[in-house]
């Protein structure tokens, strides 16, 4: 799906093995290790039973949930409509609405097509020691689809796209990046919960 956002050039990654001994790495595939940009960060992924250190090992796996939106809170999905004509005038009509409410001359966000959700319950985060963050499920509806239940961001995502986005041939998005919140008069997408969080 195209996202007005940037594009993220750490999305993209490559597994490179490696082997560790006496706590040095080495390089463990053909020929030498690749060339890389000086200062290049990268996750070492390593079986959890290798620590020696079982007080490291928590450090690293250590999980806890944040609360991160409440219930009743109003969010944004961006959709692709491909050929808005071919959309029914209901949906049509919805898209101008939203976008006349809560997102025209807005900053970041204008130009962009939206669908509104609200949450059903509290939006809760789970951090999960180094690995990334993954949100909880958490009950939602979807007011232009008659107030369809969905039982979680992926889910209204899915049904959201099952309607609108009917040009594509899969109906699942990363909800990280494609669901927006609003803080002091900016929409900011959910991502920035994790980022914040994370660091």
């Known amino acids: ?5 940037p594009i993220d050039k750490y999305a993209k990654t490559v597994v490179i093995p490696v082997s560790i001994k006496d706590g040095q790495i080495k390089y463990s595939g053909e020929g030498k ?7 290049t960060l990268a996750d070492l992924i390593v079986p959890a039973h290798a620590f020696k250190d079982q007080s490291r090992l928590k450090k690293f796996t250590e999980e806890k949930t944040e609360l991160i939106l409440k219930s009743g809170t109003q969010l944004l999905v961006q959709i692709s409509t491909g050929s808005v004509n071919k959309l029914d005038k209901q949906y049509l009509a919805h898209l ?3 976008n006349d409410i809560y ?6 966000i204008a130009g962009a097509r939206f669908v509104e959700i609200e949450l059903s319950d509290d939006l809760k985060i789970t951090l999960r020691g180094t690995k990334r ?19 979680s961001l992926n889910h209204a995502y899915t049904l959201i796209s099952q309607e609108f986005e009917q040009h594509r041939m899969s109906h ?6 494609d669901i927006y919140y609003k803080k002091d008069d900016k929409w900011l997408p959910i991502d920035s919960f994790r980022d914040a969080l994370e660091s």
């Open 103 to 108: 997102v025209k001359n807005t900053a970041g």
């Open 1 to 5: 799906m195209n996202s007005f956002l």
């Open 133 to 151: 963050s993954i949100l909880n499920r958490c009950q939602c509806k979807i007011p232009i689809l008659n107030n369809m239940d969905a039982k």
């Open 33 to 39: 290790m690749p060339k890389l940009d000086d200062v």
């Open 172 to 177: 699942s998005g990363n909800v990280f990046k």
């Open 96 to 98: 101008e609405y939203i």
